[in-house]
Antibody
Framework: QVQLQESGPGLVRPSETLSLTCTVSGGSVSSGSHYWNWIRQPPGKRLEWIGYIYQTGDSNVNPSLKNRVTMSVDGSTNHFSLRLTSVTAADTAIYYC??????????????WGQGTVVTVSP | DIHVTQFPSSLSASVGDRVTITCRASQSIHSWLAWYQQKPGKAPKLLIYQASTLESGVPSRFSGSGSGTEFTLTISSLQPDDFATYHCQHYNSYPWTFGQGTKVEIK
């Protein structure tokens, strides 16, 4: 059974960089049938797709965050990561890592981590 | 960006009721839409993808329909475990976006 687990600091200072890691167990980030996503949910707001990365390192990032986001994937340690620079209070949210299936075309986001709360505050 | 609007934003219903939630996209997304269920403090759970394909293990009382810009999620007979918030998400083009959620509460 595939499980995802986010890890990283719960508090980040404004203007600093948020770094999160998602560890995959029971499966492999090198799977050719899956894309590895980051999604966040600010308090009281809708879910926001941040972007995804594929095993090859190819990624797609929400244009609203593109200049601040870097994603990476590491097959040797079976994890993928998110870096978000120059954070502000607007980046306060629950951050989820999640797996999306693709078999010819994209299917749903079928496996989610439990989420990690990140607060941006001085 | 394609904007996705859900309605209603909340509803009250009783066990056994038939419940319908609507998701409307600002332009055609063909059938590239998924529905998720989220309970407080938990991650979303995939219910339906490609507008009408039921995810494995999801009860058959859940169904999805629609194409183009208008989609519906139907729960044929609401069960106690179904009280939650439901989200739609399009994946037709980037960026993928979510609806604002529909909270289903006990009447």
């Amino acid at each position: 059974q595939v499980q995802l687990q986010e890890s990283g600091p719960g508090l980040v200072r404004p203007s600093e960089t948020l770094s999160l890691t998602c560890t995959v167990s029971g499966g492999s980030v090198s799977s050719g049938s899956h894309y590895w996503n980051w999604i966040r949910q600010p308090p009281g707001k809708r879910l926001e797709w941040i972007g995804y990365i594929y095993q090859t390192g190819d990624s797609n990032v929400n244009p609203s965050l593109k200049n601040r986001v870097t994603m990476s994937v590491d097959g040797s340690t079976n994890h993928f990561s998110l870096r978000l620079t120059s954070v502000t209070a607007a980046d306060t949210a629950i951050y989820y890592c999640a797996r999306q299936r693709k078999s010819g075309w994209f299917e749903g986001i079928d496996i989610w981590g439990q989420g990690t709360v990140v607060t941006v505050s001085p | 960006d394609i904007h996705v609007t859900q309605f209603p934003s909340s509803l009250s219903a009783s066990v056994g009721d038939r419940v319908t939630i609507t998701c409307r996209a600002s332009q055609s997304i063909h059938s590239w839409l998924a529905w998720y269920q989220q309970k407080p403090g938990k991650a979303p759970k995939l219910l339906i993808y490609q507008a009408s394909t039921l995810e494995s293990g999801v009860p058959s009382r859940f169904s999805g329909s629609g194409s183009g810009t208008e989609f519906t999620l139907t729960i044929s007979s609401l069960q106690p475990d179904d009280f939650a918030t439901y989200h739609c998400q399009h994946y037709n083009s980037y960026p993928w976006t979510f609806g604002q959620g529909t909270k289903v509460e006990i009447k």
